[in-house]
């Protein structure tokens, strides 16, 4: 069996499971790069040799160089990894209407018998149009767009995608599947199966870092949603019960409000900046929790990053995140925008040396060797690629 996967984002996630895929599917993993630099943080972060590079597929990509040693190692020549070169990913610019154009020549040649689209692209409407009779498969990472990430476009395009006909949608977790069924009024095509951990940092462990006790961690994207105004006021009342209490704050993005206000002394640190892979397992090494206080939320790309290296997590319990950190089990839940709750929890973690422990353990467990083992999902995704295109066993 042959399978496209393509991709513009979640590396961290596609990149497992098409290794994972691999041993039993012949996997062509298709990353969508622009010259705006889009598609390109993660996994491309050799950035500075696409200059050099015309618009257009450029196959085999891990061979010249443009990923890092570690994703070169932890991929180990398991699957062809290609790269769509376009000028911009306004896909409808005329400039990209060759680049597509050949694309989809490619992809009638190579005779995949599914595609498999790991994001909401305007491309998926190219591909259903030229190519109508090869079965896809589409990942809803967010079947409703994050407060303050609306506009019009992209609703517009999420309808149509949600609605087409003979595509078969993945989503990530119960709460995204009811949500995204609700929307797309499609109940019969749509499958959960969530993501694994990001195996794949591992590589980028060069050296030992001992964990630090009273080190909390915040780490992704910054954007309203995350509640980081709340744990800022929450670490408030945790210092005065751990004196010794220290938080990070690491992730890129505009902050709606005034932290410095909030900033006395050393005790808490801004990294305002994007976070390249090595630092990101640094911190998480040294971190000896992570809190994630969203007020709202599909799943979280951050929990898998955090789990890979077994951190127990506190969290709110809002959309499909209780799912994953269970609480008592993985970590500790709270309602969204509770500061005293969300206060206790940190505390109660901190000073409990046995849950600490026990909440490791569970999720070593789980992740390495339960449902949301790699071994797991990817023998569950390999069962809707068969369904998908009629087969009924794996070549």
Known sequence: MKVAII????????????????????????????QSGAGKQLLFEKDDLWGNEKCGLILNVNKKQYIADEFNNYIDSR????????????????????????FIQFLKKEKYDLIHFNVNTHLILFIKTFLPSVPIVITIHDPLRHSGEES????????????????????????????????????????????????????????????EDNLILFIGRVSKYKGIEVLLKSFQQVKQEIPEAHLIIAGNGDYWFDYTKYIDGDSIEIINRYIPNNEIVRLLLQAHIVVLPYTEATQSGVVSTVFTFCKPIVATRTGGIPEIVRDGETGLLVEPDDRKALTNAIIRIMHSEILYNTIKKNI????????????????????????????????
Request: glycine share 2%.
């Open 152 to 211: 019009f476009l992209s609703a517009t395009l999420d309808k149509f995608i949600f609605r087409l006909r003979n595509a078969t949608y993945i989503l990530h977790s119960d709460y995204s599947k009811i949500l995204f069924e609700r929307i797309s009024k499609n109940r019969t095509n749509s499958y959960m199966i969530p993501f694994g951990n990001h195996e794949w940092l591992n590589e980028f462990k060069k050296e030992k870092i001992p964990e």
């Open 364 to 395: 070593s467990n789980i992740y390495n060797e339960g449902e949301f083992s790699w071994k797991e999902i990817s023998s569950k995704t390999a069962q809707v690629y068969l369904s998908v295109a009629g087969k009924e066993r794996i070549n």
């Open 7 to 34: 991709t513009n984002t979640c590396y961290e996630e596609i990149i497992p499971l098409a290794k994972h895929l691999s041993g039993a599917i012949d996997i062509d993993l298709i990353a969508i790069v622009s």
């Open 79 to 102: 699957f062809n990894l290609h790269a769509l070169y376009l000028r911009s990913l306004a896909y409808f610019h005329p400039k990209n209407f060759k680049t597509i154009k050949d």
